[in-house]
């Protein structure tokens, strides 16, 4: 069987029986770079293995195949991309509160609602990968702060907004839910903007 793994030739010890799994997690161990590395992408016998082969592939013993071809990154490569979508994605979505907002102001709730959904959703899956993100690279999120804030105090200020909406929408009170929408979420917002180009920064340290 042939080994590559970044365009180059790879000797593996030859466990018997080792997965796929197991192989990519001996290459990222036993690499030479300073950096931690992940494997992103993987060939087994000339194809590309893709999303919906993944997990079966991985599972299966190496020694199948005639060949396998891994690519890697370095760990802190992978965040600092993963971030920045983040990031980007995040702003956009600013543009949903606002809209929303503005619905509201108009009477259109229904719509206005669809447009905060987006935006809580955006919310929800930029902190899922920033956590991931911290994770991969053994961050501690509470050491780090912005504007003498940290992830704890951040949240709790998302948290008193998100609070604030809710009782004022169950109170029918539009108006507030429209100064709300348009105005009190500037401040969390910025800071988790910020917080999230704190830790890519982190992840750029690290690329030297």
């Known amino acids: 069987m042939q080994i590559f793994v970044d365009d180059q030739p790879y000797v593996s ?19 030479t770079d300073s950096a931690n590395r992940m494997v992103v992408a993987i060939r ?5 293995v893709g999303n919906d082969q993944l997990e079966s592939v991985l599972a299966s013993p190496a020694e ?4 396998i071809e891994l690519l890697t990154q370095p760990v802190a490569a992978m965040v600092k991309s993963t971030l920045s979508q983040a990031i980007e994605i995040f702003e956009q979505s600013a543009e ?24 809580l959703d955006v919310w929800r899956q930029v902190q899922e990968s920033m956590l991931m993100c911290a994770q991969a690279m053994q961050v501690d999120l509470e050491v ?8 704890t105090d951040i949240l709790a200020l998302i948290k008193n907004q998100l609070n604030d909406l809710k009782a004022a929408m ?12 348009r105005y009190e979420f500037d401040e969390p917002c910025e ?5 999230l ?5 982190q992840a750029d340290k690290r690329l030297g």
């Open 44 to 48: 087994c016998n000339g194809a590309q």
């Open 144 to 151: 780090l702060t912005v504007n003498d804030l940290n992830l």
């Open 96 to 119: 949903n509160r606002r809209k929303a907002a503005d619905l509201i102001t108009e009477g259109r709730q229904p719509e206005a609602m669809s447009h905060l959904q987006n935006f």
């Open 170 to 181: 169950e109170s029918g009170d539009y108006v507030v839910v429209g100064d709300i929408l």
């Open 197 to 201: 180009g704190l830790l890519c920064e």
């Open 191 to 195: 800071h988790w903007i910020r917080f």
């Open 64 to 67: 199948q195949y005639d060949s």
């Open 13 to 31: 010890p030859g466990i018997p029986g080792q997965t796929v799994a197991e192989l990519a997690n001996q290459v990222c161990q036993n690499s």
